[in-house]
């Protein structure tokens, strides 16, 4: 139960190679078009982000809800979100190309658009990086703190820890759900700063749950398959659907109502957003996305007999991370290119931040035993069962 994930010399070098692939995509890509190196790289980065925050909420509501069953998978989110603090570099290295990619941020676009002049306390370059600093500010503080009462509680043991864990993550998911839906609105919505979406933020919240969900149930299958979670069974696989197939819905609701409001109310400064993305081949990240994120997680979760088995929970959590970054391009990409395309600018930058995720999410993991010997619940994880 002690035992340490040890991770082979092949991922460590698999890291460095990814990472050294986007340091080549990015210096490609800087000298052959900047708009596009600078919104991947905001793209991706966002991507990454979105699954620490999502598996940050899900391991904080695991202590809100004094859930037992997910006791022995604690240190899988604990080491997502180690991811944080490099996403925060990134997004202060966006500075220097906040010009290429956010219209507000041209004092001469400003004064001659009455729209944008309106917006101009908020979106103003000193106010937006003054933002960042106390998103990201905020989330390593209390991830770090999170991750300072758990190791505590693996060394003392008794309820103490446990309580000041479910009052902290308390905390932790308000300041969550309010700075991500800002740092969602700054961002990802601020590219177009003439369209509006009161579900926006609300949908980029729900699908980073949704998704760094199905990145812990499939980092945790990985492990059961190499020889760790030996007490893993296929209620805890059930239950993992059941978070996945509840989220689909969710998302699927969000997604939808976005769009039914927005056409049915047929207001120019809405509507603009998806005329955008309604032709030159974009229609086509539409019906992905309902069928990547909601249309077959659903249809194939609705069984229990199809959520107990471990190849088929494996197959539909590696779907879903393809259809975050789906969800994604859809909402970055229309705005820098015609039409869809992936070249070596996408290749490479997606590669480098993988990397980085994966070395984060490695070195976090290695560091401390894969199961908290300690959690009050950590019996009723390992001997989980459903009648």
């Not at 749950?209 to 696989?237: C, Q, R």
Request: net charge neutral; with cysteine.
């Amino acid at each position: 139960m002690d035992t340490n994930v040890i991770f082979s010399k092949k991922f460590n070098y698999i890291t460095y190679v990814l990472m050294a692939l986007g340091a080549i995509g990015l210096v490609y890509g800087f000298l052959t078009d900047t708009h596009r190196t600078w919104a991947n790289l905001l793209l991706n980065n966002y991507y990454f982000l979105s699954l620490a925050i999502g598996a940050a909420f899900f391991f904080s509501l695991q202590y809100i809800t004094q859930s037992g069953w997910s006791a022995m998978f604690r240190r899988i989110p604990e080491a997502l979100m180690a991811y944080i603090p490099y996403a925060a570099v990134i997004m202060l290295v966006m500075f220097f190309g906040l010009h290429d990619i956010y219209h507000w941020s041209h004092p001469d676009l400003v004064a001659g658009d009455e729209l944008l002049a309106h917006k101009a306390p908020y979106l103003n370059v000193p106010f937006f990086m003054i933002r960042i600093v106390i998103f990201f500010g905020a989330w390593i503080l209390l991830t770090r703190y999170l991750r300072k009462l758990s190791l505590q509680e693996d060394s003392l043991g008794g309820i103490e820890m446990f309580e000041k864990m479910e009052f902290w993550s308390k905390v932790f998911i308000f300041v969550l759900a309010l700075t991500f839906s800002m740092a969602s609105f700054d961002w990802i919505m601020s590219i177009d700063a003439h369209w509006f979406s009161t579900i926006f933020a609300f949908k980029n919240f729900g699908a980073a749950f949704y998704h760094g969900t199905s990145l812990i149930a499939l980092i945790a299958i990985v492990l059961h398959k190499k020889g760790y979670f030996k007490d893993m069974n296929e209620y805890h696989l059930l239950d993992f659907s059941r978070y996945m197939f509840g989220l689909s819905i969710i998302w699927g609701y969000l997604y939808f109502a976005q769009f039914a409001l927005i056409w049915f109310g047929n207001i120019p400064e809405e509507t603009i957003y998806y005329a955008k993305r309604w032709d030159n081949g974009w229609k086509i990240f539409f019906y992905l996305n309902f069928a990547i994120n909601w249309f077959i997680p659903f249809i194939v979760l609705l069984p229990q007999k199809f959520d107990k088995n471990i190849n088929i929970v494996y197959g539909i959590c590696i779907m879903l991370l393809l259809g975050l970054y789906t969800d994604i391009y859809e909402q970055v990409m229309p705005d820098f290119l015609k039409s869809p395309s992936i070249g070596i600018i996408e290749i490479g930058v997606f590669a480098g931040l993988a990397g980085l995720f994966l070395f984060a999410f490695g070195k976090a993991l290695a560091k401390v035993p894969l199961i908290a010997k300690n959690h009050p619940y950590l019996e009723e994880s390992i001997h989980h069962h459903l009648h």
